[in-house]
């Protein structure tokens, strides 16, 4: 058994979130949020000595947890009556059966709860030994930061847990993409791989550029949070032929729609491909020119048409 670290924070040191952030991280509109406080009391909003409605990090944690029990199909009402703790056990109980057997995946998490970067270490290198570069990234890492996201989620990480994590793997991937040799050729397109503004987790933008690398293509890589008004001036600058992004922070269906069209309009001669968690939830009609990635088989598939 793992003892994970429990992260609890003194209320009046807490982050203090306004509603539409609660909209924002969980993807739960608003007025949604509002419902379930009347009807369930799922959460109570503490107040400012001036009178204004706030949430803490213990709302925000039990709102996304009963959001993601309640897209597996558990009943609200339900979920509404059981503590925080609770909730954990539910949401680790799910997780547990998906990545049952993967002891990969959990002597990764003692690891990083150890701050053990030796150890962290030789655990991707003996994988990498015997399955290969991307497969264990594939296999094994990807499963890993669904996990490391859930630990966040239920408050059983912080932020330098999750720090430690992705440096290493930044650092892996970036040595692993200079080990690259790449041969250009009559087939080799550019490529221009950037964030939207807001977005700053990159370890799976850098692993597709790692894959278009592989396959022979040229890239301009400009990395995380980047304005759209700067993405304008340098593709007009080296006019590339497709675009890469990829979205996972919280966004509403209405916003990724509206980010996209805008993307959309503003490089009209480009190809867009899209990656990224939210991409996967998404359900509205994408612009002409906009590709959605569902899974690395699905781009290599797309990258051989």
């Known amino acids: 058994m793992i003892v994970l670290f429990n992260v609890t924070k003194n209320t009046k040191n807490m982050i203090q979130y306004s509603i539409k952030d609660l909209e924002k991280l969980s993807g739960i509109k608003a007025h949604t949020i509002r419902m379930w406080e009347r009807r369930y009391v799922v959460v109570e909003p503490h107040r400012t000595s001036t009178n204004i409605r706030f949430y803490t990090d213990r709302d925000l944690h039990k709102i996304m947890n009963i959001a993601a029990l309640g897209r597996m199909g558990l009943k609200i009402s339900k979920l509404a009556k059981l503590t925080n703790e609770e909730l954990n056990e539910k949401i680790f109980d799910v997780f547990q059966k998906k990545s049952a057997g993967n002891t990969r995946i959990d002597q990764l998490i003692l690891a990083m709860t150890e701050l053990d970067d030796k150890k962290f270490q030789n655990i991707l290198s003996n994988e990498t030994m015997n399955k290969g570069f991307e497969n264990t990234i594939i296999d094994l890492l990807f499963p890993f930061l669904d996990r490391l996201g859930l630990l966040w989620q239920t408050g059983n990480i912080n932020t330098a847990h999750e720090c430690f994590v992705l440096n290493i793997l930044r650092q892996k991937l970036l040595v692993a993409i200079d080990g690259i040799y790449s041969q250009h050729d009559n087939n080799s397109k550019l490529v221009m791989m950037f964030l939207p503004k807001g977005e700053f ?79 996967l939830k998404y359900t509205l009609p994408s612009p002409v020119n906009v590709v959605k990635v569902t899974s690395i088989p699905d781009f290599k598939i797309k990258l051989n048409n």
Not at 207 to 214: A, G, M, P
Not at 227 to 253: A, G, M, Q, R
Not at 263 to 272: A, E, H, K, M
């Open 201 to 279: 987790h990159e370890i799976e933008l850098l692993f597709y550029r790692y894959i278009l690398s592989k396959a022979g293509h040229k890239v301009i890589y400009l990395g995380q949070s980047i304005p759209l008004e700067d993405l304008t001036e340098v593709t007009n600058y080296k006019s590339p032929e497709y675009l890469f992004t990829c979205i996972n922070k919280s966004y509403t269906n209405t916003e990724i729609k509206a980010l996209l069209n805008k993307i959309s309009s503003l490089f009209p001669d480009q190809i867009l491909f899209v990656a990224g968690k939210q991409i």
